[in-house]
C-alpha cells in the first residue's frame, strides 16, 4: 500500500471526528454536506490501512522467502530452464532460467550463471516467454460474463483484465458486485475492477445507487484499482460535487481516473487533465492520439468491433516515431462474433506488427504499460523478481497466440485449450441465483396491455436518424397516428418492471424487421424497435417470460431468441456458443436491412448519455449535445 504513514496522519483527527458524529456526544454540531463526505472519505481509508495491515506484513514475509530462494539457501518450487526471455523493460530478449516460488518469480538467471535450488524442473527450450497479456479497458457483459470471458481468452494469452463493474453494481448494489469479484477471483486471480462514478443512461434514481458513499465503498476496496470511464466529461468540467468527491478520495487512494474523452480538445482536455483524468481510449485519429500523449496522459487504441481504429492510429505513430511508452492496447467491449474472428489481446499484438510496431514495443503496450500505468507493476507485467509468475510460452516472436500459459507458475493452458476444465458459466449462473439475484429483475408491467401504449402521441415527435452503428442524427416527424413514412420504425424504451415507457421514432435501422426486444441496454431497460406495434409486444412478452434477451418477432412466431439470462446483459453460454449464435441474428437483421458494422453495439448504445447527438433514456428522449430532454 502505498504512502501508508502520509495516509494514517491524514486519517488520524478526521477517525476521532467521524466518531464523535457516531457515538452523538457533540450536541448541535452543524456542518456543510460536502465537508462531512470528505471526513468520511478519510475515515474509510484509516479503516482500509488498519484492515490491510496484516496483509503488509504476510507480503513482507513472501518476498524474503523469495530473497532466500534467490540465494540458493531455499529450494525454488519450479526453475523453467533453456528459455529465452523477453525483458520489457529494457527491450532485450535473453537466454535465461526463470525460478519460481509460492506462484511469484524468485530469480531471472542468465545462460551460463550458476543456477538455484529447485524441487522441479521444467524445459523451456524452443520457447520465448514473455510476460502475461493484460487487457486495460475489459467489459466482461457483452453477452459473455467473466466467466465465459475468462475461460476464452486465458489460452490466448491474456492472464490479467482490468474491467468494468456496470451491470453487476446497477442491479445488485456494493455488495452483490464485490461478492462477484472476490468469487471470481478464486478463478481468474488477475480479474481488477475499475468502479464506475456514474452510470451510462439518464437513470431515475441514479444519485441514491451512485451516490458518493457507494462509489467510495467500492473504491475502499482491494480489487476495485480505478475509477471506470467517465463518460460525463462534461459535469467534471463544471465541477459537479457529488463527482468531485468520488475523484477526490479515488486519488487520495493513490488509483487511477479513466476518462472517456470522446470529442474533447484543447483547453477543455487541459481542463481534464488538471482534475486528475489520467488516460482515454477515445482517440479515433492520430492528431487526438497525439493531444492526449503530450499533455501527459496515457492513451488506450482500440481495435474493437465498434472503432477498429488500431492499425491506423498505430502505423502513424510508427511514421511520425513519437515514444510509445504511455500506448496501450484495448478490445473495449468488442462483441463476440468480432473476438471470435480477431482474437483477444493476442489479435491486437497482430494488428499492431502489421502497423509495424516492433515485437518488444508491442509486447510492452500489453504487459509492462498498463502494469505501470495502474500501479500493478510490482505484481505483473514482467519476468521479473518478485513478480508474479504468469508466464507465455511462444513458439517466436511471430506467433502471439501461445503454446502454453502459465499463472502463478502453473500451466493453466496448453495448445489453445485449458487444462482445468472447471469453473465455467455454470459457475457464473450459480454465483447470480445465490447470492447476485440478477436474474428477476424483469416482471410483466401492465403498460404492455394496450398496443397504443407503444405509439408516440400525435404531434412532433423525435426522430433518431442512425447515422452509423455508434452515431444518430436528431430530427422530427409530424406524426398523424397513421402509417408510418418508409424507413422509419416505432423505438420504444421501457423499464423492467414498467417503470417507465419513454416512445420515439427511429430511421434507418432496419426497414423489414417487424419486431425486435433487446434488454442488453446501457439504461439496462428493455428497447422495443419495429413496424409492427404487434410483434414488438409479442416480441417483449417473450423477452420478459425468458428474463432477458434478444427476441426478433415476426407474423405469428418468434424468428429468434437468445436468452440472457444473467441481469439481461449475459448469457450462460461459452464465448465461442455466444459468438455462433450472434452470427444467425446479424443475418436475419441484414436481410431486413440492417446495413451497419455492429448491430449489438448499437442496441448497447441507442438509450446511452453520451454518443452523439440523440438517444432514448429512462427519462425521455435526450439531445445529448444539449444534456436536454426533449420528449
Not at 509460492?102 to 514473455?130: D, F, H, Q, W
Not at 502505423?315 to 463476440?336: I, N
Not at 403498460?447 to 430530427?475: F, H, M, R
Request: glycine share 8%.
Amino acid at each position: 500500500m502505498r504512502n501508508v504513514e502520509s495516509k494514517l496522519k491524514r486519517c488520524k483527527s478526521c477517525f476521532y471526528i467521524k466518531t464523535l458524529f457516531e457515538t452523538n456526544t457533540i450536541l448541535e454540531v452543524q456542518i456543510a454536506s460536502s465537508i462531512y463526505s470528505r471526513v468520511l472519505m478519510l475515515y474509510n481509508e484509516f479503516k482500509q490501512i488498519m484492515e490491510g495491515s496484516e496483509e503488509l506484513s504476510l507480503a513482507i514475509e513472501e518476498r524474503v522467502h523469495l530473497s532466500r530462494v534467490a540465494q540458493g539457501l531455499e529450494k525454488a518450487d519450479l526453475v523453467l530452464k533453456e528459455g529465452l526471455v523477453a525483458n520489457v523493460h529494457t527491450g532485450e530478449i535473453i537466454p535465461a532460467s526463470v525460478s519460481i516460488s509460492g506462484g511469484r518469480i524468485a530469480a531471472v538467471i542468465p545462460s551460463g550463471a550458476k543456477e538455484v535450488r529447485t524441487k522441479e524442473v521444467m524445459s523451456a527450450k524452443g520457447y520465448l516467454l514473455v510476460p502475461g497479456y493484460i487487457e486495460p479497458h475489459s467489459h466482461p457483459w457483452v453477452v459473455y460474463n467473466p466467466f465465459s470471458l475468462g475461460r476464452w481468452s486465458l489460452p490466448r494469452g491474456t492472464t490479467a483484465h482490468i474491467t468494468d463493474n456496470l451491470p453487476f453494481f446497477q442491479h445488485g448494489g456494493p455488495d452483490a458486485f464485490l461478492y462477484l469479484a472476490k468469487e471470481l477471483k478464486k478463478a481468474y486471480p488477475r480479474y481488477y475492477w475499475a468502479a464506475r462514478a456514474v452510470p451510462q443512461s439518464w437513470l431515475l434514481e441514479e444519485n441514491t445507487l451512485f451516490s458518493t458513499k457507494n462509489i467510495t465503498t467500492l473504491l475502499a476496496q482491494q480489487e476495485v484499482i480505478a475509477v471506470a470511464e467517465i463518460t460525463r466529461w462534461g459535469e467534471l468540467l463544471e465541477a459537479v460535487p457529488s463527482l468531485m468527491d468520488k475523484i477526490s478520495f479515488a486519488a487520495g487512494q493513490g488509483k487511477r481516473i479513466d476518462g472517456h474523452t470522446s470529442g474533447c480538445k484543447n483547453s477543455a482536455l487541459n481542463a481534464l487533465v488538471a482534475l486528475g483524468v489520467s488516460s482515454c481510449h477515445e482517440p479515433i485519429s492520430v492528431e487526438e492520439t497525439l493531444e492526449r500523449l503530450r499533455l501527459g496522459m496515457w492513451v488506450m487504441l482500440r481495435n474493437s468491433s465498434l472503432r477498429p481504429d488500431l492499425f491506423a492510429i498505430l502505423a502513424k505513430l510508427v511514421e511520425a516515431r513519437v515514444s510509445l511508452d504511455r500506448v496501450m492496447m484495448t478490445t473495449d467491449a468488442a462483441e463476440p462474433v468480432f473476438l471470435y474472428r480477431n482474437g483477444f489481446t493476442d489479435g491486437l499484438l497482430r494488428v499492431a506488427s502489421q502497423a509495424g510496431v516492433n515485437f518488444l514495443s508491442a509486447l510492452r503496450m500489453v504487459t509492462l504499460a498498463p502494469a505501470m500505468y495502474y500501479g500493478l507493476e510490482d505484481d505483473i507485467g514482467s519476468i521479473t523478481p518478485g513478480r508474479f509468475a504468469d508466464i507465455l510460452f511462444l513458439e517466436n516472436s511471430e506467433s502471439f497466440q501461445p503454446q502454453g500459459v502459465m499463472v502463478e507458475g502453473k500451466l493453466e493452458a496448453w495448445d489453445n485449450s485449458l487444462l482445468n476444465s472447471g469453473n465455467g458459466p455454470a459457475k457464473m449462473k450459480n454465483i447470480s441465483e445465490e447470492n447476485l439475484h440478477l436474474s428477476s429483475t424483469f416482471q410483466f408491467p401492465s403498460c404492455l396491455e394496450s398496443l397504443a401504449a407503444l405509439a408516440p402521441q400525435k404531434g412532433k415527435v423525435p426522430l433518431i436518424k442512425l447515422i452509423s452503428s455508434g452515431i444518430t442524427e436528431l430530427d422530427y416527424l409530424e406524426w398523424d397516428g397513421n402509417s408510418l413514412p418508409a424507413e422509419v420504425q416505432y423505438c420504444c424504451l421501457l423499464g423492467r418492471r414498467g417503470e417507465y415507457l419513454k416512445s420515439c421514432f427511429i430511421h434507418g435501422f432496419a426497414s423489414g424487421l417487424q419486431g425486435l426486444a433487446c434488454s442488453f441496454t446501457t439504461s439496462m431497460g428493455v428497447l422495443l424497435i419495429g413496424d409492427s406495434l404487434e410483434a414488438m409486444l409479442r416480441a417483449a412478452a417473450r423477452l420478459f417470460k425468458l428474463q432477458g434477451g434478444i427476441i426478433l418477432w415476426e407474423g405469428d412466431s418468434c424468428l429468434y431468441q437468445l436468452p440472457l439470462e444473467l441481469a439481461g446483459m449475459m448469457s450462460t453460454l461459452e464465448l465461442d456458443e455466444v459468438a455462433g449464435r450472434l452470427k444467425t441474428l446479424y443475418i436475419l437483421a441484414q436481410q431486413r436491412g440492417f446495413k451497419y458494422n455492429d448491430l449489438l453495439l448499437c442496441l448497447l448504445f441507442l438509450s446511452c448519455d453520451f454518443l452523439p447527438s440523440v438517444r432514448i433514456t429512462p427519462l425521455g428522449v435526450l439531445d445529448v449535445k444539449k444534456r436536454k430532454i426533449i420528449s
